[in-house]
Structures are given as C-alpha cells and as structure tokens.
C-alpha cells in the first residue's frame, strides 16, 4: 500500500481553483507547470487535481442549477451594459480574492472575449456535449445538462429548457433518440429536411392548399343550402361525412400549426435565456475584475 494521502489545504484548493480558472478543467498538467501555482500544488499529482475537482463539482452541483443561479443573480445585480462589453479574467494572489471570484458561480463561467463573439446558443452546446462526450450508444439528458453546467452559466430552469431543446431537436431530426439517449442524425440537415416536407405536403395535398385560401360569398352559402334540402338522406350523411372528415382535417392542421409555434417559441424563450445568462455573468466578471 501507498502512502495516505495528505488532506488538502485551504491554499491548495485555492491554488486549484484559480488555475482551473486560468488554463480550464482537465489541464492538470499545464496547471501544476504553472509557476503560479507550481510551488503550492509539488506534492499533488494529476490524479490528485482531477479527483479534487471532481469533489468540488459534486459540492456544487448539490445546490442544483436553480439554485446556484439564483445564488449567483442575488449576489450580483445586474449593471447598465456598455457598448462594446469586454472580460478581463485577472486571477489574484489572495485566497479570499480567489473565492470571492468563484462564489455563487458555476465552473467555467462563459466568457466573452471581445464585442465580436456571438453567445453561444443551446442547440449548438447540445451538439458540442454529444459529440465531446463520444458515447457510443448517445448521451443521457443527465450527461449532457452536467457537460454544460461544467463548463458554462447554466440559467435557472436550465433543466427544462433542456428538455424542451432536446425534445424539439429529436423532432425535428437534428438528433436521434433510442432508450433515452441521444445521438447526432446522420440525416441530411434539419433546414433541408423541413423544407423538403413542407414541399411533399404541398404537392400531396393541393386540394387542402386550394380549400385553405377558398372564401365563399353570401349567395354562394345560400345556393349550397338550398342544394342540400334537395339532397336524399343517402346524399345528405355522406355529405355530412364529407363536412367532419374536412373539419377533422382542418383541427390536425391546427394542433400541428399550434406545436410548432409551440417549438418556435420555446427555442426563442431558450436562446433568449441563454444570452440575458451570459449577459449577467459577463457583468459579474467585470465586476470583480474592477
């Protein structure tokens, strides 16, 4: 057996701490290269680093994304935004500058380098978790919400926003969903792929098309009234037939039309979370970077 193992320190949390903020999570080497660091984290190893912070994580991830969001948002009031936003990721020698730094906020806070770089959007961090994480068999919803919280600012109901995406990228053929796990569509994209069905319904149902812009006139409602009291009984319930099975269509049509506005929204609502998120811990940087 090994020696035990020491426990670790105020200093050499702090230490790992601010370099996981400095080089990001998984460059243990580069960390404990780091002259900044080197001399607080000589008896640690990689393995050592990685397991901590894997600690911390957990520690972290138990206050829930809500929760931890909400934490960070009453800590931090949100500032008036400049023209041209900018983050200065200055790493302080102090330990309580350090903690100070990383209370209320996730690993890996998003970061925006310049006025130019655009917020990333959930569909693409979606993608980005999938194909990083290389399941063979996809990704669970939980593994790919715990990749992002790690590395970016997760809003208050993330979880459900999550849900939502995924829900509508599986739909949508973006992605592939077996057992609960989620994969990348090798189908063609979900642009196409839209456009494409909406043509094979216009050219498979003209007559709908046509039915849809049709308006008829007062003499035209009349002549067809009077037209069905000539009608035999034979001829009026399958005339009636006729009128419930285009009512039934026409309702499908509708509930169709309500869901994707539904997706629509729901995307919109998620895009513009994200970016009000990023916004709010882009401010909290440049707050403690004064």
Wanted: proline share 4%.
């Amino acid at each position: 057996m090994g020696a035990p193992k020491q426990k670790w320190t105020a200093e050499e949390e702090a230490a790992l701490k601010a370099g996981v903020r400095k080089h990001g999570s998984g460059k243990w080497q580069t960390i404990l290269r780091d002259p900044e660091f080197s001399h607080v984290l000589s008896s640690r190893s990689n393995v050592d680093l990685k397991d901590k912070w894997r600690n911390i994580n957990v520690t972290l991830s138990g206050l829930g994304s809500r929760e931890k969001a909400r934490l960070a948002l009453k800590r931090n009031p949100v500032p008036q935004l400049d023209d041209k936003p900018s983050v200065v990721n200055k790493v302080g020698s102090d330990e309580k500058a350090v903690e100070d730094k990383l209370v209320g906020a996730p690993p890996e806070v998003l970061e925006v380098a310049d006025s130019k770089k655009t917020y990333t959007r959930l569909d693409n961090l979606i993608l980005e978790a999938i194909t990083t994480l290389k399941e063979p068999k996809g990704s669970e919803r939980n593994a790919i919400a715990m990749y992002i919280e790690e590395r970016y600012w997760a809003p208050p109901n993330f979880s459900k926003l999550l849900a939502s995406k995924l829900k509508f990228m599986a739909s949508n053929g973006q992605l592939s969903k077996v057992k609960h796990r989620y994969r990348i569509s090798v189908s063609l994209p979900s642009s196409e792929t839209t456009r494409n069905s909406s043509d094979s319904k216009h050219k498979d149902s003209p007559r709908t098309e046509s039915k849809e812009l049709k308006v008829f006139t007062r003499s035209e409602v009349v002549a067809e009234l009077e037209k069905m009291k000539s009608l035999s009984a034979h001829e009026a319930a399958a005339a009636a037939a006729r009128a419930v099975a285009e009512a039934e269509a026409a309702i499908a049509e509708a509930e169709k039309a309500a869901r994707e506005a539904e997706a629509a929204e729901a995307e919109a609502e998620a895009a513009q979370v994200f970016a009000e998120a990023a916004i709010k811990a882009l401010n909290c940087q440049k707050l403690r970077a004064c």
